[in-house]
């Protein structure tokens, strides 16, 4: 399958300056009051974005001076000015959505970049998720197609509410559909970051970041000023390997899909990038200067399992302390 640009909706922002920034809560309603999942947010000068959850609310980090721009198919784009506002609810009314170009959405999507006679590759779904009943496991992070956005390495957003995503574990493609039947694979040379969100509304952020992994996107577990933690998922195809010798036998007699984790802290200040593992002592090791705040939060959490959320949860405690 040949890696071609995700050619949506490139809206131009502002990569100049790292502009200051205050994060904003709120929620995103139709004019019945009625809350409105996977809206798309932006920052109207910067690459900064966000979708909303089941319950139509949301929180980022935005540029003061700039405006939220909320976006969903079947309502009227909406700017609404931040004014150093922390929290900023949005009324949309039904109608045609309009973006930047001032286009409409069923017409600002470049569809000549899927016609066959430009040369791309188009994979279909019933060949590229091959069903086989045997097969334990997956190389996809969901079964189901999902909501989301991209940011290019020129930090502009690509986003378009007719187009939904996946990603592939064991290639570390983002893959995504129209028609949830053509299904092509950004370039990993043009993106740089994405999130998808799934139709339960879990959040998932990924960067590419060379230092771990030159090949990978990493997970976003948590990031803010101090601390940016990453999980490094992969994904392998273990054959079938079932032995016996009438007594004794191992292995499975099946094809079974494997995910890897690897976790790294990144101190931002120092510009360090730790390995870490799911181990009590391994993450207070990495952050040994957190000694007396790694304290009061396993207080707070009591018994917690150490898995992704409690790293997740450890790092907006340290981000925010």
Not at 54 to 71: E, N, Q, T, Y
Not at 198 to 225: N, W
Not at 266 to 282: A, F, H
Request: net charge neutral; glycine share 6%.
């Amino acid at each position: 399958m040949k890696r071609i640009f995700i050619y949506l909706l490139p809206i131009l922002m502002s990569a100049i300056t790292h502009a200051q920034t205050i994060t904003v809560s709120g929620t995103v309603n139709d004019q019945q009051g009625k809350p409105l999942p996977f809206v798309f947010l932006r920052d109207s000068q910067h690459s900064y974005a966000t979708m909303t959850d089941l319950l139509g609310s949301f929180s980022f980090k935005v540029d003061p001076a700039s405006k939220i721009v909320a976006s969903v198919t079947g309502f009227k784009d909406v700017a609404i000015p931040v004014n150093n506002k922390t929290t900023v609810n949005v009324v949309m009314e039904q109608g045609i959505a309009e973006h930047s170009n001032g286009k409409p959405l069923s017409t600002s999507t470049s569809t000549d970049i899927f016609k066959p006679d430009l040369g791309v590759a188009v994979t279909r779904v019933s060949d590229y998720v091959r069903v086989n009943e045997g097969l334990h496991g997956s190389r996809f992070l969901s079964e189901k197609w999902m909501r989301g956005f991209a940011i290019s390495y020129t930090d502009s957003l690509i986003q378009s509410s007719d187009y939904f995503f996946n990603y592939d574990k064991t290639m570390s493609d983002l893959l995504f559909t129209r028609d949830q039947r053509a299904v092509f694979a950004a370039d990993k040379q043009e993106v740089k970051a994405f999130t998808i969100v799934d139709e339960g509304g879990a959040f998932y952020d990924f960067e590419s970041v060379p230092a771990i992994d030159p090949k990978h996107y990493s997970m976003v577990l948590s990031s803010g000023d101090k601390y940016k933690i990453y999980r490094l998922l992969t994904c392998k195809l273990i054959k079938a390997n079932f032995t016996t010798n009438g007594i004794t036998s191992s292995g499975n007699n099946y094809d079974e899909y494997v995910d890897e984790n690897h976790y790294f802290i990144w101190n931002v200040k120092t510009k360090q990038l730790q390995p870490v593992e799911l181990k009590s002592k391994s993450i207070k090791t990495v952050l040994a200067a957190e000694a007396d705040k790694i304290k009061a939060f396993n207080k707070e959490h009591g018994d917690d399992d150490i898995n992704d959320a409690y790293l997740k949860d450890l790092g907006d405690y340290l981000n925010n302390k």
